[in-house]
Structures are given as structure tokens and as C-alpha cells.
């Protein structure tokens, strides 16, 4: 029984991100479409991380229990009946009637979650956001059937986990098995890890930042901190920060782009991913230098707010050489996502970008700002649905002064080509890889 509470566990957690992973990638938008996946986000998602939790702890205590038995069980007496040894009347002291997480009774009792229901949606959906609502619900359901079933004893249970299997087919079924990404060889994933606990990092919290500008898990030379493997990290206004077996930071959730800026998406983890404001993925190399960014919807933001002082200090001109001639380059500080679809100011969203594929030019339509207008007309004109993938490829030619021994940023090195690609209405539009300075060309010492 502890085992088959694990098991089913990790099943709810797995279901979790898969559900997760087809919100996002729903080409849905409007007001109905954010309260969705506001509420999956702020509400959904934490009761069944929660329930989670729950399950794998009680199964693990069940487990200890069961081990106890058998210690302090005469080996010669029935354990099944309990009532052999000194602790032999566990299950009957704590279990049905009290409550008590021995028995049946508490055990599911502790595990269980009110049933999960989404709010009636005010348009008609197209067939894949019906079949979130329907997923979502049918989790709901199966939640509250098995946490029902429970509490009218052991023998039950078996059919309440058989019916949480069928859920988990009906969520696999309809989400598949298929990457939305379509660039190979980095490390963008779209859910966060599977962790063991949760530690909040409130004000008075040892590992509290020293202030609202000062980052979490990195000390005063950008160096990551020891942190516990396997947790879960609230760190109220910096974001949610994930952890692997090592104890490394590998997955964030933060905002950006506010009044005041994220100091966790100026100054970043290496080999991490970041979900940012709900609409974009990032992940980050070994230097801390984007690899990867997925919009799955892309959305308008005129408001998004501009940081001069980051772009002055980022953009730069710099001589190259190619075939002979020696030309001065000039690099913008180019967004990875524009501020029109709510690209954030901190540095996390800028790199180094030849002017030729950050603007127009005359009868050029393979640059950025090209890609940009006809997403931002797509949606405003047509209410045409766009995601917008892009993989930076960092080769060895790099400014002088620029490299790991000397310490350099991530935004201070330049990208040798960006790989583009962008769908309209579930359609490949572009499909392209931008070289971001003249062929051929070197960086002059």
C-alpha cells in the first residue's frame, strides 16, 4: 500500500506537467484564456502539487508502519491480524473511526483534495482547450472518487488507484507524447523538476537577499550558493526556484519586466531554465549565455517597460574582418522577445545583435524587426495565433576581451546565428537560421 501511494504519487505528478505543458501550448487567447491559465497556475496546480506531497508522505509513513510490524510482530503470529507483538494493536488504536493515519481511514483522509473544477468559460473553445477543461476535470474527479473510496476501506482503494490510471491514460492520450519544440540540443524543458519539499524564504530566512535588488542563490560574485538537492525554493517577489539532486538551481518562475526590476533575470544560473511572466521559456548554457527561448502564444504588451541604461551598456560596435577588409560592426541590444509581446527589460531577454538582423532593411524579410511586425500585425489585424522559437548558437569567435577567463556577462559575448522558427495558426511560417555578422568574418584584437 506505501508503495502504490508512491507510485500513484509520482503518476498525479507526471499528469501535472503533462496538463501543464498542454495549457500552455493551447493556441488560445483572450480574457477567458488568462483566467485559465491564471487559475491552473495560482490555484490548480498548487493543490495537486500539494496532493502530491501528501500521497508520497503517506505512503512513505505507511511504509515505516508496515516495517514496525514486522520488527514487533511475533514471526510466528498472523500480522495480518494485527494483534501480535508489542506493537500489534497500531492499526487498530489509529485507524478507522479516529481518523488516525495508521488506518485506512486517515491515511487517504490526509492524501485527499477537494475536487477541481474550472469556471464555466464564457466563449465556445476550440477542441483542444475543451479537452483541458475535460482533463482537468476528469483529475478532479478522479481525486475526489479515490479520497471517497478510501474511507470506506482498504479494499477499495485498489479500484480508486485503477480509476486514477485511467485518468493518467485519458491526460497521456490527449496530450501525446510529442515536444511543441522543434530545436534539438539544449536544455528547455517546460516544467519544472519533481522535488521532495518546499522551503519558504521569507524576510527573517538565512538565505534571504539582502535586498529586493540583490539576487536569490547566487553570492556576491554571481556564484551559485549550496543549496538543499531536490527542493522547491518561495522566494516571494524573486520567484520560485527549483532545485536538482545536486542542489544546483535548475528551473525558475519569476516576473519581469515591472516598475522594479527581477534581479534574478539580471543575473542568471547557468544550465537553468526560466518560465517568465507565464508566456516565455528561456534557457540558459553553461555560461549563463541564452540557448534556448519558446513562446508557445504570443501576446501583444504596448505597455512593456524600456531600460535605456541596459541597452546603452549592452549595444556596441566592434571591428571584423572578412575577406581583406576590415569593417566596423555594429551590434544592437537585441531582445530575444520584443517588448510589444512582453518582453522584459533585465538582461536575461537581450543579446548582442548585428544591426542588419535586429532592423529593417530595404528588401531584406529575414531579420528580427521583419518577423516581429508581421506577429504584431498577425495578431492586432487577423487575430492570427503565433509561437516563436529561437535557438542561440554561440561559436568560438568572440570581441576581444570577451570569455570565460575574463570573467565576462552573458549578454557580452555575441552569437554566431540565431535559428528562428515561428508558426501562424498551428502553420510554419519561417523556418531560418540569421547569421548575426558577415560571413566569414573575425573580430579584429
Known amino acids: 500500500m506505501g508503495s502504490l501511494l508512491e507510485d500513484r504519487s509520482s503518476s498525479l505528478e507526471d499528469m501535472t506537467a503533462r496538463l501543464g505543458a498542454l495549457i500552455n501550448a493551447v493556441p488560445w487567447v483572450g480574457p477567458d484564456a488568462m483566467a485559465l491559465r491564471a487559475d491552473w497556475s495560482f490555484r490548480i496546480r498548487p493543490r495537486l502539487m500539494d496532493c502530491q506531497m501528501r500521497l508520497r508522505e503517506e ?10 510490524q514486522d520488527r514487533a510482530s511475533d514471526p510466528a503470529g498472523d500480522v495480518a491480524d494485527g494483534g501480535s507483538g508489542a506493537d500489534g494493536g497500531r492499526w487498530a488504536d489509529s485507524g478507522r473511526g479516529n481518523g488516525g493515519v495508521g488506518g485506512p481511514d486517515g491515511l487517504l483522509r490526509a ?13 465556445p473553445l476550440d477542441a ?11 483529475i478532479g474527479d478522479a481525486l475526489g472518487t479515490a479520497a471517497e473510496s478510501a474511507v470506506e476501506g482498504t479494499g477499495l482503494i485498489t479500484g480508486a488507484v485503477g480509476r486514477a490510471r485511467a485518468v493518467a491514460q485519458q491526460v497521456s492520450d490527449a496530450i501525446g507524447t510529442d515536444s511543441p519544440l522543434a530545436f534539438d540540443g539544449t536544455g528547455l524543458v517546460l516544467e519544472p523538476p519533481r522535488t521532495s519539499g518546499t522551503i519558504t524564504v521569507d524576510a527573517d530566512h538565512e ?7 540583490k539576487p536569490f542563490g547566487l553570492d556576491a560574485d554571481g556564484a551559485p550558493i549550496e543549496l538543499a538537492p531536490n527542493t522547491r525554493y518561495e522566494v516571494g517577489d524573486h520567484g520560485t526556484y527549483y532545485t536538482d539532486g545536486d542542489g544546483r538551481v535548475v ?12 534581479p534574478n533575470l539580471r543575473e542568471v544560473f547557468p544550465d537553468a531554465n526560466y518560465h517568465v511572466n507565464e508566456n516565455v521559456f528561456y534557457s540558459t548554457d553553461e555560461l549563463g549565455r541564452l540557448d534556448h527561448m519558446y513562446v508557445p ?16 551598456k549592452i549595444a556596441e560596435r566592434f571591428d571584423m574582418t572578412a575577406d581583406g577588409d576590415t569593417e566596423s560592426i555594429e551590434f544592437n541590444a537585441g531582445h530575444a522577445l520584443a517588448r510589444q509581446f512582453g518582453g522584459v527589460r533585465e538582461e536575461i531577454n537581450y543579446t548582442r545583435q548585428w544591426d542588419e538582423v535586429n532592423q529593417a532593411r ?25 509561437s516563436y522559437e529561437t535557438r542561440f548558437n554561440w561559436g568560438d569567435e568572440q570581441p576581444p576581451g570577451v570569455g570565460p577567463d575574463q570573467g565576462s556577462a552573458p549578454w557580452e559575448y555575441v552569437p554566431e546565428s540565431y535559428d528562428v522558427r515561428i508558426t501562424e495558426n498551428g502553420d510554419v511560417i519561417a523556418d531560418n537560421t540569421l547569421p548575426n555578422y558577415p560571413d566569414g568574418a573575425t573580430f579584429d584584437d
Request: net charge negative.
Open 128 to 138: 483542444a482547450s475543451q479537452g483541458v477543461v475535460r482533463v482537468a476535470g476528469a
Open 297 to 312: 502564444e504570443v501576446e501583444l504588451h504596448p505597455d512593456t517597460s524600456r531600460s535605456q541604461s541596459i541597452q546603452s
Open 251 to 262: 528551473y525558475v518562475e519569476a516576473t519581469g519586466g515591472g516598475g522594479a526590476m527581477n
Open 362 to 386: 530595404s528588401g531584406v524579410d529575414d531579420n528580427i524587426y521583419a518577423y516581429e511586425s508581421l506577429m504584431a500585425d498577425g495578431i492586432e489585424k487577423h487575430g492570427h495565433q503565433y
Open 59 to 68: 505512503g512513505r509513513s505507511l511504509r515505516d508502519h508496515a516495517e514496525e
Open 207 to 213: 538565505l534571504a537577499p539582502g535586498s529586493a535588488a
Open 111 to 123: 492524501a485527499s483534495t477537494p475536487q477541481i473544477t474550472l469556471a464555466a468559460l464564457s466563449v
